[in-house]
């Protein structure tokens, strides 16, 4: 079974830091997706990269930023966190010719 | 652009009576069409997928969905809920030339003995 790895499940950090978190994937897939699940939001999608180095901005990634040194890692960047980024985030990744997602656990991130 | 309606924010309903959870999207271009389950404190799951071919989908734990392109919905069903199905369901779509997903705001579905 294809498994992404993300590497907390609960964050606890204070306004103004600066966040990483992490997710990994062991199957090889060229996609990888950030996105974030609010209450009566569903999920959003803040980066995706389609490839080690690349990346691109999905609906919501002001304050976010992101890293793809290696094909299996995608790392989302809060540069500076504030209390809105209190939230579920969820890590995604699928094969370049698969359709529908391997979601990794979640990291609920609260900043305080 | 893409978008998925799910009107029912939470379905309540007994065990074993049947259950339709209910999805529209709207897009100009062929879609792809998904369900995914979210059991708590937990990532989502794939449940089924529509690609192409019947329309009919079947999936795991027993559900299924039909996709309408006339209605341009996606209604997911189950014949008889156990306890054990109470979680959130999201459907989403893609369009055939990318693989970004764009979700709905999720159903909840509550199963009670």
């Known amino acids: 079974d294809v498994k992404v790895t993300q590497s907390s499940r609960y964050l606890v950090k204070r306004t103004g830091e600066k966040v990483f978190l992490e997710c990994v994937q062991d199957m090889d897939h060229e996609n990888m997706f950030w996105y974030r699940q609010d209450p009566g939001l569903g999920l959003r999608l803040i980066y995706f990269s389609y490839d080690v180095k690349m990346k691109e901005k999905g609906d919501i990634p002001e304050g976010y930023s992101v890293s793809r040194e290696k094909k299996e890692r995608f790392s989302l960047i809060l540069e500076s966190a504030s209390t809105n980024q209190t939230s579920m985030y969820l890590c995604a990744s699928t094969g370049a010719k698969d359709y529908g997602y391997t979601f990794g656990s979640g990291t609920r991130l609260t900043v305080v | ?113």
């Not at chain 2, 109470?86 to 579905?109: H, M, N, P």
Request: charge should be neutral; charged fraction near 15%.
């Open chain 2, 1 to 113: 652009a893409q978008s998925v309606t799910q009107l029912d924010s939470q379905v309540p309903v007994f065990e074993e009576a049947p259950v339709e959870l209910r999805c529209n999207y709207s897009s100009s271009v062929s879609v792809y069409l998904f369900w995914y389950v979210q059991y708590p404190n937990q990532g989502l799951q794939l449940l089924l997928k529509y690609l192409s071919g019947s329309t009919l989908v079947k999936g795991i734990n027993g559900f299924e969905a039909e996709f309408n392109k006339s209605q341009t919905s996606f209604h997911l069903r189950k014949p008889s809920v156990h306890i054990s199905d109470t979680a959130e369901y999201f459907c989403a779509v893609s369009d055939t030339g990318f693989q970004k997903l764009v979700f709905g705001t999720g159903t909840r579905l509550l199963v009670s003995p």
